[in-house]
């Protein structure tokens, strides 16, 4: 093993791994590889990398079957391929678009009236970059040594597995020591005629050949809000059906600011309704039916495209962990404290486990982590607790730590002291656009040095600003840190610095002045 290897391995503060423990990590031959890795998106690969860099022999499966609608695509999983990445993409384009309009203000000599993206344009240069991503993954596995096949694997007990091999069909077997599942999941579909046949979903939305038009969102999580909010920038009129609440989950009143500020923008949602059907007419647009449960009446409307962002199912079926003895719950698979599932030498990591985040970060670190603990003696377990993440919507919502509504249901009301307050960004004054819904606040305990339990934020670039007060939470923030930080002005983040008004006081929580 190469002396950089050896430093990999020895990164962590916690590794209790030695040259010798990965130089003959691999050296038992009763199994045809120590680590098969089913499955090659962010958990499998971040997890077949590393154990490969401690000396593992390591081979990873992944098959990507299309969907209903035809579309398909390379390694690297749902956030390389119709996640993170090209949601992004689309999100900088539309910020874009806005930015353009804006500059108009500031002076710039823009001729926007007839300003429009072109969609096709846009899908490819979003495809370009994911294909370019798709071959420098391949090359960095086989730079690392991890033998890759593009087939779906199986058990048929808890060592063995078989595949397909590609182009003949033929069926082969293997034999790992360890095997961990990362197959993630795929959006689902509801049980109604024509959703199937007629709908798309954010697995085909990114590489979409023809323009989305008048779109029907059916969802409100995040992935409904931001394919809804990228498509609003881009021009389109998309429609959110809802069928319970926005942002299940989420901070309560975050979330209902979020969708004031998409109603706002001109993104109209269809309260309390479910589908029930969806039918091509003669001029090849969609006439979708709905029920409304509040109202119990029954309404329809004609559609371009409709876009399903009803949730995700883990990708079990193909499986046959039944042979291997692993246990599910929900469609996913349960796993313990170190990932480790019912069956012994089997683990899991990623959005395919019962009740952790499905975050791509998470997933990745946690794939890392595992692999140490196997090949590196590592001890360091995943710490799930207080992840932030993001909604990317034109004033993005990011947060970290607990709900308000969770701080209170877990250390009563009268514990809790929330902070609060409205800002105005200063690079909205001139092109003066709307202030109402830039809002941050801080869940903390009410005695001592009131440590802080969450952080919510809604405006320009929040993911950015989160990532950061992230770390200070994990470390024990308190307010008193917290108000003792001098801001840097003129930022947004710096208004975390400057929150000195809670509810409980009544007082107003709007500023005068961006110095207020």
């Not at 090659?40 to 081979?59: F, I, M, N, P, Y």
């Not at 926005?246 to 979330?255: A, E, K, N, T, Y």
């Amino acid at each position: 093993m190469s002396a950089m290897k050896f430093l990999r391995c020895s990164a962590s503060s916690t590794f209790r791994s030695t040259l010798r423990w990965c130089r003959h990590a691999s050296s038992n031959p009763r199994y045809d590889f120590d680590l098969v890795v089913l499955g090659g998106g962010s958990a499998g690969l971040a997890c077949a990398k590393e154990a490969a860099d401690c000396g593992a022999r390591v081979l990873c499966f992944d098959f990507v079957k299309p969907t209903p609608a035809g579309t398909k695509w390379g390694i690297g999983g749902t956030c390389v391929n119709v996640g993170c990445i090209p949601k992004k993409l689309m999100h900088q384009a539309s910020l874009l678009g806005e930015a353009v309009h804006e500059a108009v203000a500031y002076g710039w000599n823009v001729d926007d009236q007839n300003l429009r993206p072109d969609w096709r344009k846009l899908v490819r240069s979003v495809q370009n970059h994911i294909k370019s991503v798709n071959w420098v993954t391949r090359v960095d596995l086989r730079d690392k040594k991890v033998e890759y096949v593009n087939s779906m694997g199986s058990f048929l007990d808890s060592h063995n597995i078989e595949y397909v091999a590609r182009p003949s069909a033929e069926r082969r077997q293997v034999t790992s020591k360890f095997v961990v599942v990362a197959v993630g999941g795929r959006p689902r579909y509801p049980d109604i005629p024509g959703a199937q046949e007629l709908g798309i979903t954010s697995d085909d939305i990114f590489s979409y050949e023809r323009e989305p038009g008048r779109t029907l969102v059916v969802g409100a999580g995040y992935v409904g809000l931001e394919c809804a909010c990228f498509l609003k920038g881009l021009g389109y009129e998309p429609t959110v059906m809802v069928r319970s609440i926005v942002l299940r989950g989420f901070d309560r009143q975050m979330s209902e600011l979020l969708a004031a500020m998409m109603t706002d923008r001109g993104i109209p949602f269809l309260g309390t309704t479910i589908p029930k059907s969806v039918e091509r007419q003669a001029d090849g647009r969609l006439l979708v039916r709905y029920h409304n449960t509040t109202t119990q009446t029954d309404g329809s409307d004609v559609f371009d495209t409709v876009l399903w962002a009803i949730g995700r199912r883990g990708l079990i079926e193909e499986l046959n962990l039944e042979a291997a003895g692993v246990k599910t719950r929900n469609g996913k698979i349960v796993v313990d404290a170190a990932e480790a599932t019912s069956a012994a030498h089997i683990f899991a990591v990623g959005d395919i486990i019962y009740g952790r985040p499905e975050l791509t970060p998470v997933a990745i670190l946690a794939g890392r982590l595992l692999a140490r603990r196997l090949f590196a003696g590592s001890k360091q377990l995943m710490d799930y607790a207080d992840v932030a993440t993001t909604v990317f919507t034109p004033l993005e919502y990011s947060c970290v730590g607990m709900s308000e509504e969770t701080a209170i249901a877990l250390h009563g009301a009268e514990n809790i002291e929330v902070f609060h307050g409205y800002y105005k960004p200063t690079e909205f004054f001139i092109p003066q656009k709307s202030v109402r819904h830039c809002y941050l606040k801080a869940v903390a305990e009410i005695s001592g040095d009131q440590k802080i339990l969450g952080l919510h934020y809604i405006g320009p670039v929040a993911g950015e600003v989160i990532q950061g007060f992230a770390a200070a939470l994990k470390s024990g923030l308190t307010v008193k840190t917290l108000l003792n930080t001098v801001g840097i002005h003129p930022t947004t983040a710096e208004e975390f610095t400057r929150l000195s008004i809670t509810k409980r006081s009544g007082r107003d929580p709007t500023p005068a002045s961006c110095c207020s």
